[in-house]
């Protein structure tokens, strides 16, 4: 292969880790946003527990609030798995990038 097919399979990979690096600050900006839903779903069963005045009413409050917690919860995990996924794709593609490099680097010995 020649020295501009690596280049240019060198760019894709760049551009592949630009892309993967934009889904990274994203999904880290809705981890975010949950972590902060969390915190209000437990403030306002708080204050709706304060007035709940039958243990039944008490009681349903308290799941209500466990259910969307664990639901929000889920959704973070299933977000940082997605993180972990698109970081071992960036490492995969720069040890690609190296390997074209390296062959480059072969090609212009050869000449």
Not at 28 to 54: C, F, M, N, P
């Amino acid at each position: 292969m020649s020295v501009s097919s690596y280049l240019n399979y060198i760019d894709r990979e760049k551009r592949e880790i630009e892309t993967h690096r934009r889904y990274i600050i994203s999904y880290q900006k809705e981890i975010t946003k949950w972590r902060d839903d969390v915190k209000d779903e437990r403030d306002k069963a708080k204050s709706r527990l304060k007035y709940a005045s039958s243990s039944s009413e008490k009681s349903r409050i308290r799941d209500q609030r466990d259910r969307q917690i664990s639901r929000l919860r889920s959704k973070i995990d299933r977000r940082k798995e997605d993180i972990v996924s698109k970081r071992k794709r960036i490492k995969s593609c720069r040890e690609d990038i190296r390997g074209y490099r390296e062959k480059i680097r072969d090609i212009k010995r050869r000449r």
